[in-house]
């Protein structure tokens, strides 16, 4: 990819097999590093920029969908972007461990890259509804996991207090240095495509990664390396929608749990870049988010979870909106992979079970 290029042409090659050094060594000049700063990285970031053939033709007046394929991070989410900094700035500051709230994203990269930095990771999490691919990650990256009874907003609570009462550095995006790893995302767009796009879809739960997205593209849009800021398209589920209705919703529902949040913390921060980027906020029902997680997989060949695909929903809920010949980023926040429950109950496949090898039996069960 040519972006890569650009901003590997000064590296070596040496320092990964095809030379992408992680997001801190490649942005190191946006973001607030110094060299002093030990870089924790797991070579994160760089994520593909693929266009969304099928949907793109289905809603035809030449407009280009694109995804933002964050699901391919190392630990298989955007949530790597912003670890890389919080943790290499959590061990430049001498920190022991790190503690953070989690619907399952943030608790396996925070351990990931805690462990990675020789700390300890604490997470809290609401008990039964973390997806079980994040639940083992964080099990396997060595995290220690409170599950708790009650939702994330209450674990949230819970980590800002005991960062405030012990030793411990918060990770969530209440932490700055979190976005400013995030905003990355952004460049990396604005690198491929040449310019930012018309409209950037996202889906929105605590609300940092839109935040972190508008710092980017507002980065790059003063130091001229874009000729125009995006429309923010922010879109949450319907039962956990509290950026829609402006108020707290005490006990969100979805079936995208990564978003089941009620009480988004960087709520003032969310409106504001929706109100500079002259954005639009809405919900999309769980029946659109599932309707959109099968359109990625079957048509796009892409497998996203759940909340990612609140993006994909968001934009066909607006499909008659779209200006013609516009460019559009859809951004898949996680992999597919984190929720395999999800996947086995809302799908389309034939799926035929206890056949006998027999190819006479099968090319019939085939219509071959
Ligand atoms: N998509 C996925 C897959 C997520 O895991 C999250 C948040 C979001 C979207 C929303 O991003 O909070 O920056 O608006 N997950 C957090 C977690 C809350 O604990 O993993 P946001």
Known sequence: MTFIKNIVGKFTGSESKNGWPGLIEAYKKW????????????????????????????????????????????????????????????????????????????????????????MRAFVLIPDGYVAQGKLAQALVYGAEIIAIKGNFDKALELVQKMSKEFPLTLVNSVNPYRLQGQKTAAFEIIDELGNAPDWLCIPMGNAGNISAYWLGFKEYFEAKKSTKLPKLMGYQAKGSAPLVYNQIIDEPKTIATAIRIGNPVNKEKAYKAKAESNGTFDYVTDDEIISAYKRLGKEEGIFCEPASAASVAGLLKYSNNIPENSTIVCVLTGNGLKDPDCAIKNNDASFYTGINPDMKEISKILGL
């Not at 607030?32 to 920029?49: C, Y």
């Not at 972007?81 to 990269?109: F, H, P, Q, Y």
């Open 31 to 118: 973001l607030p590093v110094t060299s002093q700063t030990p870089i924790i990285t797991l070579k994160e970031g760089a994520t593909p920029l693929i266009e969304l053939l099928s949907i793109s033709k289905s809603i035809g007046k030449g407009v280009k969908i694109y995804a933002k394929y964050d699901g391919l991070n190392p630990t298989g989410s955007f949530k790597d972007r912003g670890m890389t900094m919080a943790i290499s700035k959590a061990k430049e500051d001498g920190c022991k461990a790190v503690i953070c709230a989690s619907t399952g994203n943030t608790s396996a990269s925070a351990a990931a890259y805690a462990r990675r930095g020789d």
